[in-house]
């Protein structure tokens, strides 16, 4: 039970600082815009692209994606459960590495593949980062949840 405790209060620990403000805004806005673009344009980046990559169900597996895209993007960008929303993105980022980069590094080789999943790469790291650091001073997580991780 104690780590149980433990594990919930890094969830919704975050420091007294400021290192990852940028990092939330460009994951959140990213994501956020990724997601609405889902809705907005199906044929392009919604279901129509997850027909094309092979997935079956591709209406429901578009517009649940989008869904975590906007409501993560959301809990990043204000700092709210930021811990807990990036590791859904982190799956969906997972996901669209082996189902869209692996074709081309297998077809295309590793600077093709490189140069493709550029943006996927750089997201999966700022995740990586807002998943260890935590959101930082100006969240919604440190004004409610404040109490630092001692890791004791």
């Known amino acids: 039970m104690n780590s149980i405790k433990k594990i919930g209060a890094w969830l919704w620990s975050s420091d007294n600082d400021n290192r990852s403000m940028i990092p939330r805004i460009i994951v959140g806005l990213v994501f ?6 889902k809705f907005l344009y199906p044929e392009m980046v919604g279901v129509g692209r997850f027909e094309n990559i092979g997935f079956e169900n ?3 597996w578009a517009y649940f994606v989008a869904s975590f895209e906007v409501v993560c993007g959301v809990f990043i960008l204000t ?74």
Do not use: C
């Open 32 to 37: 956020l815009s990724e997601g609405i673009q």
């Open 58 to 60: 591709p209406e429901f």
């Open 79 to 152: 700092g709210l459960l930021t811990r807990l929303a990036t590791i859904p993105l982190l799956t969906i980022m997972a996901t669209a590495l082996i189902t869209t980069k692996i074709p081309i590094l297998l077809n295309e080789g590793f600077w093709f593949m490189a140069h493709a999943a550029r943006t996927d790469f750089a997201m999966a790291m700022l995740l990586i980062f807002l998943l260890v650091n935590g959101p930082g001073k100006f969240s919604a997580d440190y004004k409610f949840f404040h109490f630092p991780f001692s890791g004791t």
